[in-house]
Structure formats: structure tokens, C-alpha cells
């Protein structure tokens, strides 16, 4: 059963897929389509910009999901792990119509909550991999785990916003990335060579 909250995100992210420039995009509009009043959108989100944040939080926690399937048998390293889930969210990235509607939205309504206004977005992201890390290698210090998450989001968002190489080139990149840094940092902590 469908909350809401739920139908009136549906409902957004049915605009921006359809093409309407979000900065024109009304309130009332969204609520109509969701089949609730405007003050019922206003309740459930408070302003327009909060709902284009928990459109991006939602889109994010979707991905989360399938990075979190795409890591299963990568227990090798944590690079591993990390580069299956970072291929995994580009390739499927690539097809998502409402993240394409975002990044080619050319007045720049939606592009910010990826850009600079993605702090929500990456935290979430952040904490989410660092649980992975954390619960799947103990061992790792946390400060350096929590390194790790803020650097591999933030590459994987900036292939989002201009995508570079193919999906698994990147995820290869940074499985070596994360295992190099992790090597590093645990055999100057343990005192071997650095």
C-alpha cells in the first residue's frame, strides 16, 4: 500500500520524467496528480525544495539497495565490494529517465540536490557505506572507513553528473583506489612499510 508521501513523490518524479522544468513546476500541480489537496503536499514536505530533496533521498535509497545486492560475494576486499556497487549504480544510472531528466534539465531546478546542494544526499550515501565497510571488516579503523565512503560517493556522483569511462572501468578504478588507500593506511598503523 502506497503512503501519501509515496504518491505525491511518484507523482514528481512523473513530471520530471515527463519533462516539466521543475523551477515551473507547481505545487498544486503535484499534489493534483498525487490526488491530494495542495496544503496535504505542503503538510507532507513543507516547501517545494524539501520535496526535491526527499525525491533525490528516495532515488539515492534505491540505489543504495541495489549497490547493497551488487556487493554480495565481493567479500574479497573492500575494494571489491565497493567497485561492484559503483559499476552497478553507474550502469543502472545510465537507463534511470528521471536521473537523465535531471542532468539535462537545463534550468538547473533539480541539479543542485546532485551538485551543490548534495549534502544530504551524500551523507546518507556515506553513512550507508561506511555501515557496509564497517560490518563486513571490522578491523578497518573508522575514521579511515568513513574517509573512504565521502571519497568513493563523491567520485561515483561526479561520474553521475559527467560520466567518463564505462561503468566497470570505474568500478575497477576505485576498487583499486579503496584497496590502495586501505593498504596504506593499515601498514603505516601498524607500523610496516608504507
Known amino acids: 500500500m502506497h503512503t501519501t508521501r509515496d504518491l505525491l513523490l511518484e507523482a514528481a518524479a512523473d513530471a520530471v520524467r515527463s519533462g516539466a522544468d521543475w523551477d515551473r ?53 573492500p575494494g571489491e565490494a565497493v567497485g561492484a556497487a559503483t559499476e552497478w549504480t553507474l550502469a543502472e544510472a545510465a537507463g534511470n529517465p528521471l536521473l537523465k531528466a535531471v542532468l539535462t534539465d537545463d534550468t538547473g531546478g533539480l541539479l543542485p540536490f546532485l551538485t551543490t546542494r548534495s549534502e544530504a544526499l551524500l551523507s546518507a550515501a556515506n553513512d550507508h557505506c561506511a555501515r557496509y565497510l564497517s560490518g563486513h571488516w571490522p578491523s578497518l579503523p573508522g575514521d579511515l572507513v568513513l574517509f573512504v565512503a565521502d571519497t568513493v560517493n563523491r567520485l561515483t556522483l561526479s561520474h553521475l553528473v559527467l560520466p567518463g569511462a564505462r561503468p566497470d572501468q570505474v568500478g575497477a578504478d576505485i576498487a583499486r583506489l579503496v584497496d590502495s588507500l586501505l593498504s596504506h593506511a593499515t601498514s603505516d598503523a601498524s607500523g610496516g612499510p608504507a
Open 25 to 77: 513546476l507547481r505545487m498544486a500541480d503535484v499534489a493534483r496528480a498525487a490526488g491530494v489537496s495542495r496544503q496535504t503536499l505542503y503538510y507532507e514536505f513543507g516547501s517545494k525544495d524539501a520535496l526535491a530533496q526527499a525525491l533525490a533521498l528516495r532515488e539515492a535509497a534505491r540505489y543504495m539497495e541495489g549497490a547493497d545486492a551488487a556487493m554480495v560475494g565481493h567479500g574479497g576486499s
